[in-house]
């Protein structure tokens, strides 16, 4: 009885703690990654990670309304700032978890993006993501007033968020896009990386969220996004890590 009794002791001591859901609230363009990264997480921790991915305009409104999200994964610093300032977030656990690059894209592998702007200017259609929704939109603005291209806005059409974008040139809605270059793994067709200078940096902000305050998956999935393990996944997919 004594043997069985320190046999279960020890099993306790060695067992992890109780393992918790969160819901995270991510960034259209960070979807996948998320979701791998989650995979990852669950396995290494027990935890488990619920993705719920929209423009990051549209996953703020929704927190503001009181949805039930734990932590939120950004697509810009500004969103995440402003939920804390208005008592929706904890701003002390706001960090840059990566750094998006904007690509313009044609689905078809035979494209010459060489000269952007003259791709540009040859369009049919161009796909923008809604500036107003989408950190990555705004960026495509900022590169389209750095090269001097303000007329291809008469023939832009808009998603909603990234992904909808590349969706626009994956079908052939718009010959080419700005879109994010983690949405291009294996996606093949022909891109020109736009260079950093052409708009400002596209930080990406996470931060653990009033409602998640007591949730021990969503704060150990936030260490886990600033690990050492993390750090290839996130760079693989075409970001630059964060801190």
């Known amino acids: ?25 991510v960034a259209t363009n960070f979807r996948p990654v998320a979701e791998a990264l989650a995979v990852d997480f669950q396995a290494a921790s027990g935890h488990e990670i619920s993705v719920s991915a929209a423009a990051t305009a549209k996953l703020a409104a929704q927190i503001e309304a009181g949805a039930p999200f734990d932590a939120f994964l950004s697509a810009d610093t ?54 107003d929704l989408a950190p ?10 750095f090269m001097q291209v303000q007329d291809v806005l008469d023939k832009a059409v808009t998603g909603e968020n990234i992904g909808q974008t590349q969706t626009l040139v994956a079908s052939g809605a718009a ?21 950093a200078d052409h708009h400002a940096p596209i930080h990406q902000d996470a931060i653990l969220l009033a409602h998640g305050k007591d949730n021990a998956a969503a704060r150990a999935f936030l260490d886990y996004l600033r ?17």
């Open 1 to 25: 009885m004594r043997l069985l009794l320190t046999l279960c002791l020890a099993a306790l001591a060695a067992a992890p703690a109780r393992a918790e859901t969160a819901l995270v609230a």
């Open 78 to 131: 500004a969103t995440p700032a402003r939920l804390a300032a208005a008592g929706h977030a904890d701003a002390t656990t706001s960090f840059t978890y990566a750094t998006g690059r904007l690509v313009l894209w044609s689905a078809d592998p035979a494209a010459d993006l060489s000269d952007p702007v003259a791709a540009l200017r040859a369009a049919t259609h161009v796909a923008i993501a809604n500036p």
């Open 136 to 145: 990555y939109g705004k960026a495509a603005m900022e590169t389209i007033d």
């Open 175 to 195: 010959d080419v896009g700005f879109v994010a270059a983690s949405g291009l793994v294996d996606a093949g067709g022909a891109s020109w990386p736009v260079p």
């Open 227 to 243: 690990s050492d393990a993390a750090r290839p996944v996130i760079e693989r997919f075409g970001y630059v890590a964060g801190e």
